[in-house]
């Protein structure tokens, strides 16, 4: 199977603007959490969503949301970009079947600059 | 809720000496427990992980962890590390039967010498 893909890979906005990053899980896979990864905080969930419904949320102002589609691809979007938005965000797909204990399958990340 | 402690944001080691990355957990239930290693530029890879029975758990490249319930630790080793080791570290907690979303470590970075 094809893993966890996003675009894109690298990115370079200014502040003020808005990005939509895009995520393709595995096939089959019903679940798609987001992640922000910074050098001073770690990694931090942003949310997951689940047969097109947001599921679980983090601690992220509103300018952070997301969706997905039917096809579980999903999408994150950031509006009114702040310096402090820079980072690598990360992407995760799991199955979550009943019986699973939703091992999470990482993409490479997209890489956010704000100038 | 859950919370994970990695106690050591930077280990530096030479080539071919062992190695420890420590992780320690809290949770009022039973868990599941990862590790997750990041090399440049990249995403997250399991490495290992925890979900019941033997408590010394072997992953890829040569590493294994040990789960200690009383301790609720779940260090990483490896008995002799290589250039390529270099790289993030990721412990990682999952409760069982709670949210969907596992709790990160903030994360240990393996720097190997020559």
């Known amino acids: 199977k094809a893993g966890v893909t996003q675009t894109p890979r690298y990115l370079i906005k200014t502040r003020g603007q808005q990005v939509t990053l895009s995520c393709s899980p595995i096939s089959g896979h019903r679940s798609v959490s987001w992640y922000q990864q910074t050098p001073g905080q770690g990694l931090q969930f942003l949310f997951e969503y689940f047969s097109e419904t947001q599921r679980n949320k983090g601690n992220f102002p509103g300018r952070f949301s997301g969706r997905q589609f039917s096809n579980s691809r999903s999408e994150m979007n950031v509006s009114t970009l702040e310096l402090g938005d820079s980072a690598l965000y990360l992407c995760?797909?799991?199955?979550?079947?009943?019986?699973?204990?939703?091992?999470?399958?990482f993409g490479p990340g997209t890489r956010l600059t704000v100038l | 809720a859950q919370s994970v402690t990695q106690l050591d944001s930077q280990v530096p080691v030479f080539e071919e000496a062992p190695v420890e990355l420590r992780c320690n957990y809290s949770s009022s239930v039973s868990v599941y427990l990862f590790w997750y290693v990041q090399y440049p530029n990249q995403g997250l890879q399991l490495l290992l992980k925890y979900l019941s029975g033997s408590t010394l758990v072997k992953g890829i490249n040569g590493f294994e962890a040990e789960f200690n319930k009383s301790q609720t630790s779940f260090h990483l080793r490896k008995p002799s590390v290589h250039i390529s080791d270099t790289a993030e570290y990721f412990c990682?907690?999952?409760?069982?039967?709670?949210?969907?979303?596992?709790?990160f470590g903030r994360g240990t970075s393996l720097i190997v010498h020559p």
């Open positions: 990682a907690v999952f409760a069982s039967g709670g949210s969907y979303i596992p709790t």
């Open positions: 995760a797909s799991s199955s979550d079947q009943l019986d699973s204990y939703n091992e999470q399958f």
